[in-house]
T-cell receptor
Framework: GDSVTQMEGPVTLSEEAFLTINCTYT??????LFWYVQYPGEGLQLLLK?????DKGSNKGFEATYRKETTSFHLEKGSVQVSDSAVYFC?????????????FGSGTQLTVLP | EAQVTQNPRYLITVTGKKLTVTCSQN?????MSWYRQDPGLGLRQIYY???????DKGDVPEGYKVSRKEKRNFPLILESPSPNQTSLYFC?????????FGPGTRLTVT
C-alpha cells in the first residue's frame, strides 16, 4: 500500500540554522504531497503542498519540491526561528489533486533553541 | 471563522463505558474524517464520510462507530472502550483542496 517515511526525530537546532526534514513516499501512482505542522496543544495545519512532479510548495519560509525520480518531498527552511518549534508531518493523497484520504508519516519533532 | 470543533478536549473513562466524541464543522464540507495519533505512528484514519449517510472504514476502524446524519456533524462512538484506544483523536473536514483539523481530544481509558 501507499506509505510515507520521514526522518526520525527529535531534531534540535539553534535559531537561524538551516532545516531539512526528509520525506520519501511509496505510491502506486502519482500522489499529491503535503506538509502539515502541529504546534503544541493544537490540531494539524496545512503548511504547504504540491500536486505534481517538480512542483515547489512554499509558505512561511518553508519549501518542498516534489521529486518524482527520488520519490521525495523534503522540507527545508533557510533560517529557523524559535516559533517554528512543532511537529511536522509529511502526507500523501492519491485522490487526484485532492486532500482527502491522507496517508501520514510518523511525524518529526523540531525544537529550535534561542 | 472557519473551524472544526471537537468535544470534549480531554476525557478519562473506564473500560467498557460507552462514550461519544462530537465533531462539528461550519464550512459546509462534504468530506469528514476521524484520525488517531499515537507516538511513532503518525495519524491513522479511523473512519471517513464522503457525505451525509455515506461512511466508510479507514485503516484502523475496529472498536469504533461513526454516523453522519447531518452535513456539519460527524460523531465518533466507542461502544465499549478498551485501554488500547487511549490516544489523541482528531476530526477533520475537507473542501478537497486541504483538510482542516480540529484541536484534538485526548482520551484515556483505564
Amino acid at each position: 500500500g501507499d506509505s510515507v517515511t520521514q526522518m526520525e526525530g527529535p531534531v534540535t537546532l539553534s535559531e537561524e540554522a538551516f532545516l531539512t526534514i526528509n520525506c520519501t513516499y511509496t505510491a502506486t501512482g502519482y500522489p499529491s504531497l503535503f506538509w502539515y505542522v502541529q504546534y503544541p496543544g493544537e490540531g494539524l495545519q496545512l503548511l504547504l503542498k504540491a500536486t505534481k512532479a517538480d512542483d515547489k510548495g512554499s509558505n512561511k519560509g518553508f519549501e518542498a519540491t516534489y521529486r518524482k525520480e527520488t520519490t521525495s518531498f523534503h522540507l527545508e527552511k533557510g533560517s529557523v526561528q524559535v516559533s517554528d518549534s512543532a511537529v511536522y508531518f509529511c502526507a500523501l493523497s492519491m485522490s487526484s489533486g485532492s486532500a482527502r484520504q491522507l496517508t501520514f508519516g510518523s511525524g518529526t519533532q523540531l525544537t529550535v533553541l534561542p | 471563522e472557519a473551524q472544526v470543533t471537537q468535544n470534549p478536549r480531554y476525557l478519562i473513562t473506564v473500560t467498557g463505558k460507552k462514550l461519544t466524541v462530537t465533531c462539528s464543522q461550519n464550512m459546509n464540507h462534504e468530506y469528514m474524517s476521524w484520525y488517531r495519533q499515537d507516538p511513532g505512528l503518525g495519524l491513522r484514519q479511523i473512519y471517513y464520510s464522503m457525505n451525509v449517510e455515506v461512511t466508510d472504514k479507514g485503516d484502523v476502524p475496529e472498536g469504533y462507530k461513526v454516523s453522519r446524519k447531518e452535513k456539519r456533524n460527524f460523531p465518533l462512538i466507542l461502544e465499549s472502550p478498551s485501554p488500547n484506544q487511549t490516544s489523541l483523536y482528531f476530526c477533520a473536514s475537507s473542501s478537497g483542496l486541504q483538510q482542516y483539523f480540529g484541536p484534538g481530544t485526548r482520551l484515556t481509558v483505564t
